[in-house]
């Protein structure tokens, strides 16, 4: 694990507080995926740990055996005490070798018990916990992956990231370790308590006499306790977030020279962090050193009054005694324990609930109860009806105003226009990332709100202005337009992208790792990988946002033939600042202020005379220069 949960002690169950450590930071930092709504006031009830049973119950047989041996070890712990009675009080007096052998060994047969039992509860509960938080790391990623695109607007990645591994973490140690723990105390407070009853009532009352003044800081300070723990945790969370911004830009911070700027940040709030952890440690302090001495101040209560019942009323053996003072520091170990545990399962409690807050945040886009099915075969035709849409918590304009467009099957569209006209925004409503205010968005006829997402985005292959690629292979990185194809395919597209001759440079060639974010590859590489990626999902519509942005002149045209030869027999949306890349469109599309002002070919615009003869005059003009 990348960061330290809480341990238990299984000495004495004393709990520590988690250490964070560099490791976490920068392997993880993707993109930034964490609503301001999940940080939420924390702890404030046990209920979401409610939400791990059906996870635990997923592992009956680790669940059942791990806390069937915690029963036996703590019943072991509880016979060594009447062992030793009969030690004392008949044992010693025994002056057969062979019957005090017999006592000895009995005695070691429970020892052997306890510790096979202890290893075995340990290994079956530190299972459990792995399994359950793996579980739930898997389900929580995968929940995350689906949510809509306006869930990652403000967000930030390491808070996020601190979620899938120091509340994660805790989550697990209190599965495998903490819960247990406090299980196994409660079972052995129960049965001191009762081997006591057994033993001497007077001397069991007055330990129930001093139970409710051990427990008293305990409840006193809890609360304080979970107040502390959680803003512990939400500002070590800030700190990982401005880690993940500098680490995930670390070119630009190097470029302007910001390396102290950014670590300056990052180290006020680390600073920010270790006070509020050091709040916490010195609450706890507090906390232990009134159990100690209350549980130490108690005992020497216990202790003069079994002496008198020893010594002077004859009223207790001293094999009885001595069992009776095992039985009150097992009793009030567990107290003191519980106590400590109590912090570490409210501390759970509110990673859980930021867990649960994101496992219970619902997609905004997703399919309806019953989706309409899309028609086979595929046709690709795309029209927009009187479309306005505003993306959520972006003031100013409608992106889109009255926006209207049919393209037929197997026609190529180009959308021109300023920046911010809306261009881009077509694309994400075509893929359904939101769904407009106002009008519809239909492929092959069928409203994408009455669809499944899912089948809507596998008719479509994208290739964006900067197409993020990832750190596997480049054979890897094409495939993931379309997992199930072969070596063949593979190598079939990344010809047509014209990307085959850079590939096969490579040191391994197609297996050869590209790096994350493939930064071993020049900008034209990775925009060619990029095409190759969407050129393999044969998909019957092609969106291309500046697809060619990022190549030279040569490349372009390398690239421009491909994609010709890849738009035959699909429909096409074609958008490209650069006129140049949309001359042989079937149909030009000038966009301004979220609506269509013209379309035509190339020629026709350009005799209108309109504002995209303004962009050509311009930009044929600037290449000129």
């Known amino acids: 694990m990348n960061q330290a949960g809480p341990k238990v002690r299984e000495s004495s169950g004393q709990a520590s507080p988690p250490a964070p450590t560099e490791s976490g930071l920068g392997a993880l930092i993707k993109d930034q995926i964490l609503d301001q709504a999940w940080r939420r006031d924390k702890g404030r009830d046990l209920a979401p740990l409610l939400r791990l049973v059906p996870l635990v119950r997923d592992h009956p047989a680790d669940a059942i055996l791990g806390m069937a041996f915690m029963l036996i070890s703590s019943g072991a712990i509880l016979a060594l005490t009447a062992g030793a009675r009969w030690v004392i009080d008949g044992g010693f007096t025994v002056h057969d070798r062979t019957h005090l052998f017999r006592v000895f060994l009995l005695a070691g047969a429970v020892a052997a018990v306890l510790a096979v039992a202890t290893g075995l509860r340990l290994y079956f509960l530190y299972k459990l916990g792995e399994r359950v938080v793996a579980d739930l790391r898997k389900r929580v990623f995968r929940h995350v992956l689906g949510l809509d695109l306006g869930h990652f607007v403000n967000l930030r990645t390491g808070e996020v990231l601190s979620r899938l591994t120091s509340d994660m973490s805790i989550v697990e140690a209190i599965v495998g370790n903490v819960i247990p723990v406090a299980v196994r105390n409660l079972v052995t407070l129960a049965g001191a308590l009762v081997l006591m009853v057994v033993v001497s009532p007077d001397f069991t009352l007055l330990v129930l006499m001093l139970i409710p003044i051990l427990l008293t800081p305990m409840l006193i300070m809890s609360r304080r306790l979970q107040s502390l723990s959680a803003r512990a945790q939400d500002r070590f969370a800030q700190a990982v977030g401005y880690a993940g911004e500098g680490l995930g830009a670390i070119d630009t911070v190097q470029a302007f020279g910001q390396e102290d700027a950014v670590a300056g940040r990052f180290n006020l709030s680390i600073e920010s962090a270790f006070e509020a952890s050091r709040a916490q440690i010195r609450a706890r302090g507090l906390l232990s050193f009134l159990m100690i001495v209350m549980i130490f101040g108690g005992m020497l209560a216990l202790l003069f009054r079994s002496a008198v019942a020893v010594i002077v009323d004859h009223t207790l053996s001293p094999g009885a005694l001595f069992q009776l003072l095992g039985l009150a520091f097992l009793a009030a170990n567990a107290v003191k324990d519980l106590s400590e545990v109590w912090g570490q399962i409210q501390k759970a409690s509110g990673a859980a609930e930021r867990i649960v807050a994101m496992l219970d945040t619902p997609p905004a886009i997703q399919a309806p109860a019953r989706p309409w099915p899309m028609p086979a075969p595929p046709r690709g035709e795309v029209a927009f009806e009187n479309v306005r849409f505003a993306y959520p918590g972006r003031a100013g304009p409608p992106a889109l105003n009255g926006f209207t467009l049919a393209a037929r099957p197997g026609e190529r569209v180009a959308l021109v226009g300023p920046s911010g006209a809306g261009k881009s925004t077509v694309l994400r409503l075509l893929l359904r990332f939101y769904d407009p205010d106002h009008g519809a968005v239909r492929i092959d006829g069928v409203d994408l709100r009455q669809a ?174």
């Open 452 to 625: 499944d997402p899912a089948e809507v985005r596998s008719r479509m292959a994208l290739v964006a202005q900067e197409a993020p690629l990832f750190s596997g292979s480049a054979a890897d990185n094409i495939r993931f337009g379309s997992p199930a194809a072969s070596d063949a395919d593979v190598r079939a597209a990344a010809l047509a992208a014209q990307a085959d001759g850079f590939i096969a440079a490579l040191p391994r060639g197609f297996e050869t790792v590209v790096g994350e974010h493939a930064k071993t590859l020049s900008g034209g590489q990775r925009q060619r990988l990029a095409i190759a990626r969407a050129l393999i999902r044969r998909a019957p519509i092609l969106l291309l946002d500046e697809a060619t942005s990022a190549l030279d002149a040569e490349n372009e045209r390398l690239v421009q033939q491909a994609l010709h030869e890849a738009m035959q027999g699909r429909t096409t949306l074609v958008i490209a600042h650069r006129l140049a890349t949309v001359l042989e469109a079937n149909r030009i599309v000038v966009m301004d202020a979220g609506r269509v002002v013209d379309e035509g070919t190339h020629a026709e615009l350009l005799a209108r005379g309109g504002l995209y003869a303004k962009l050509a005059k311009l930009q044929f003009t600037a290449q000129a220069a």
